[in-house]
């Protein structure tokens, strides 16, 4: 079973500055690598997949980036709504898909 | 547009079953695959199976098989999952979620989640 290892736990960050997080994979899964955000109480919604495309309707300040093992997810300017967690998951080797556990953005 | 909708909350005591449904609609059903993933109280997310809404075909988490059966129903464009032997730890919020795409079957599209709460 792949391990998806996300760092940091807890990112403190003042709105409209940039978000970088990271993600690691415990043996290279090419590009097959999706970001989802989740709010209290919400379903996850998918952002990223192919380690770099946005889903339909993610606004262009989330970007992803990475190959291999080595991942990051990107907000360039962080907005009030974007303060919720993130989850990396690898769909490189199935079964299972495995997740992260996870970064929470929150207000610095 | 696609639309996942989830059966309600259930309480469960130990060692029971638990059949949960998600009703799909807005798109051909049988031409995308239903993931299950769950999520315990203030924990991560966790994949449970991937079933093909155009053969049955499924595959599932190694730590669940012999107690979960994932079906659908294309007649009601609904998948389910079944849940048996219940213990505490099963206590979680339950999603169904889409393919993102043909080639892709990753969670694309969600539920609204189920709450399952396993408690004597």
């Known amino acids: 079973e792949i391990v998806m290892t996300q760092s940091p736990a807890t990112l403190s960050v003042s709105p409209g500055k940039r978000a970088t997080l990271s993600c690691r994979a415990s043996?290279?899964?090419?590009?097959?690598l999706a970001w989802y955000q989740q709010k209290p109480g919400q379903a996850p919604r998918l952002l990223i997949y192919?380690?770099?495309t946005r889903a339909t309707g993610i606004p262009a300040r989330f970007s992803g980036s990475g190959s291999g093992t080595e991942f990051t997810l990107t907000i360039s300017s962080l907005q009030s709504e974007d303060f919720a967690v993130y989850y990396c998951?690898?769909?490189?080797?199935?079964?299972?898909?495995?997740f992260g556990q996870g970064t929470k953005v929150e207000i610095k | 547009q696609v639309q996942l909708v989830q059966s309600g909350a259930e309480v469960k005591k130990p060692g029971a079953s638990v059949k949960v449904s998600c009703k799909a609609s807005?798109?051909?059903?049988?031409?995308?695959?239903i993931s299950w993933v769950r999520q315990a109280p203030g924990q991560g997310l966790e994949w449970m199976g991937w079933?093909?809404?155009?053969?049955?075909?499924?595959n599932y988490a190694q730590k669940l098989q012999g107690r979960v059966t994932m079906t659908t129903d294309t007649s009601t464009t609904t998948a389910y999952m079944e849940l048996r032997s219940l213990r505490s730890d099963d206590t979680a919020v339950y999603y169904c979620?889409?393919?993102?795409?043909?080639?892709?079957?990753?969670?694309?599209?969600w539920g609204q989640g189920t709450l399952v709460t396993v408690s004597s």
């Open positions: 979620a889409r393919d993102l795409s043909l080639v892709t079957a990753i969670p694309g599209y």
């Open positions: 807005g798109y051909t059903f049988t031409s995308y695959g």
């Open positions: 079933i093909s809404a155009y053969n049955g075909n499924t």
């Open positions: 043996q290279s899964i090419s590009s097959n």
């Open positions: 192919g380690a770099s």
């Open positions: 998951q690898q769909y490189n080797n199935w079964p299972p898909w495995t």
